[in-house]
T-cell receptor, first 107, second 115 residues
Framework: EDQVTQSPEALRLQEGESSSLNCSYTVSGLRGLFWYRQDPGKGPEFLFTLYSAGEEKEKERLKATLTKKESFLHITAPKPEDSATYLCAVRHNDMRFGAGTRLTVKP | NAGVTQTPKFQVLKTGQSMTLQCAQDMNHEYMSWYRQDPGMGLRLIHYSVGAGITDQGEVPNGYNVSRSTTEDFPLRLLSAAPSQTSVYFC??????????????FGEGSRLTVL
């Protein structure tokens, strides 16, 4: 069965303190790994798609990387506006989401 | 652009009552889906549709019905509400191209409480 595990569940950073979020997965025949951002009271918003090990995608202070078993979302010099829950998902037949990492960035 | 619109945003039901969560999109997307989001469990797929007249079950379909009579609308019906259906429900849509890249467009959610 496809599984997605995200860690940590919650992460508190000071503004400017870089860190990484982890998404480990088990799926047969990966057809994409996806990162979404979700603000409180809102629906998830698409960030990145990664298809193969070694692939990287960047957007502003975020960089997503992929290996055969996990993906990392690196946050460089975060700002308070980066505070959100970050969701990881994989697709075999349909999308399977992880529970998310709730990121708080303090000024 | 309205995107994906869900109504109502909040609803309280008593056990055994039925109701319909509405979802409408104005992007001419063929694919539409319903997810529920519970603390610590992530988003779970309830039902989905790849076009008008076509629906299929997701991971957690029991207790829910859907229909797709138009491209724009994809209502989710709770037949006899149970406390276990207390959750936040999200509707999402995408085009075939967006679905290939994994980009789903989500509504803002409907928070349902069943007493």
């Amino acid at each position: 069965e496809d599984q997605v595990t995200q860690s940590p569940e919650a992460l508190r950073l000071q503004e400017g303190e870089s860190s990484s979020l982890n998404c480990s997965y088990t799926v047969s025949g990966l057809r994409g790994l996806f990162w979404y951002r979700q603000d409180p009271g809102k629906g998830p918003e698409f960030l990145f798609t990664l298809y193969s090990a070694g692939e990287e995608k960047e957007k502003e202070r975020l960089k997503a990387t992929l290996t055969k078993k996990e993906s990392f979302l690196h946050i460089t010099a975060p700002k308070p506006e980066d505070s959100a829950t970050y969701l990881c998902a994989v697709r075999h037949n349909d999308m399977r989401f992880g529970a998310g990492t709730r990121l708080t960035v303090k000024p | 652009n309205a995107g994906v619109t869900q109504t109502p945003k909040f609803q309280v039901l008593k056990t055994g009552q039925s109701m319909t969560l509405q979802c409408a999109q104005d992007m001419n997307h063929e694919y539409m889906s319903w997810y529920r989001q519970d603390p610590g469990m992530g988003l779970r797929l309830i039902h989905y549709s790849v076009g008008a007249g076509i629906t299929d079950q997701g991971e957690v379909p029991n207790g829910y019905n859907v229909s797709r009579s138009t491209t724009e609308d994809f209502p989710l019906r709770l037949l006899s509400a149970a406390p276990s259906q207390t959750s936040v429900y999200f509707c999402a849509s995408s085009s075939p191209r967006d679905r290939g890249t994994g980009e789903l467009f989500f509504g803002e959610g409907s928070r349902l409480t069943v007493l």
